[in-house]
């Protein structure tokens, strides 16, 4: 079965910190990358797409992809009270996700 | 406008009885989803289409059932058969082109209560 595992979380940082979120996947296979950010009962939204490794910036969204490791990652630099949400990793052209790390971020 | 449409927001069953959750896209996408959400929980997939008239199982395809007769619709039932149907339940589509897909477009999910 094809997994996409996150760091459970849930993970607090103060304002103004760097929050990092990790994934990692097994199939070797994968080409997509998704991060996503879910608000309490709505419906998830794009932040970040990734699908060559290195960095990919968004103003204060970094996505790092590492394919031999099979793993995406998330920063979130300068953190703000508004990105307290849950986020999500989704994989691949079947749109498998992880559990979601829930971030706090703290005033 | 463009988007993906799911109805109704809110839904109410007995124990026992078979409904069908609407999901209805215009982004002229080849892929759909399913998904169950359930309390504090992540995203997990039921059923996934990448074109018309073929749709293969998810993560918990069990209790549930899909069509996909047309590009636009895919709707999603959910049997008797599914042991604890209550959760939300989220719809999605992207361009879905094999391999290399672009981003999934979110419906605005449908709560299923079963009473």
């Known amino acids: 079965q094809k997994e996409v595992e996150q760091n459970s979380g849930p993970l607090s940082v103060p304002e103004g910190a760097i929050a990092s979120l990790n994934c990692t996947y097994s199939d070797r296979g994968s080409q997509s990358f998704f991060w996503y950010r879910q608000y309490s009962g709505k419906s998830p939204e794009l932040i970040m797409s990734i699908y060559s490794n290195g960095d990919k910036e968004d103003g204060r969204f970094t996505a790092q992809l590492n394919k031999a490791s099979q793993y995406v990652s998330l920063l979130i630099r300068d953190s703000q009270p508004s990105d307290s949400a849950t986020y999500l990793c989704?994989?691949?052209?079947?749109?498998?996700f992880g559990a979601g790390t829930r971030l706090t971020v703290k005033p | 406008d463009g988007g993906i449409t799911q109805s109704p927001k809110y839904l109410f069953r007995k124990e026992g009885q078979n409904v069908t959750l609407s999901c209805e896209q215009n982004?002229?996408?080849?892929?759909m989803y399913w998904y169950r959400q359930d309390p504090g929980q992540g995203l997990r997939l039921i059923y996934y289409?990448?074109?018309?008239?073929?749709?293969q199982k998810g993560d918990i395809a069990e209790g549930y059932s899909v069509s996909r007769e047309k590009k636009e619709s895919f709707p999603l039932t959910v049997t008797s058969a599914q042991k604890n149907p209550t959760a939300f339940y989220l719809c999605?589509?992207?361009?879905?082109?094999?391999?290399?897909?672009?981003?999934?477009?979110f419906g605005q999910g449908t709560r299923l209560t079963v009473v």
């Open positions: 999605a589509s992207s361009i879905g082109s094999g391999a290399m897909n672009t981003e999934a477009f």
């Open positions: 289409s990448q074109i018309v008239n073929d749709f």
């Open positions: 982004l002229n996408h080849d892929a």
């Open positions: 989704a994989v691949n052209h079947d749109m498998r």
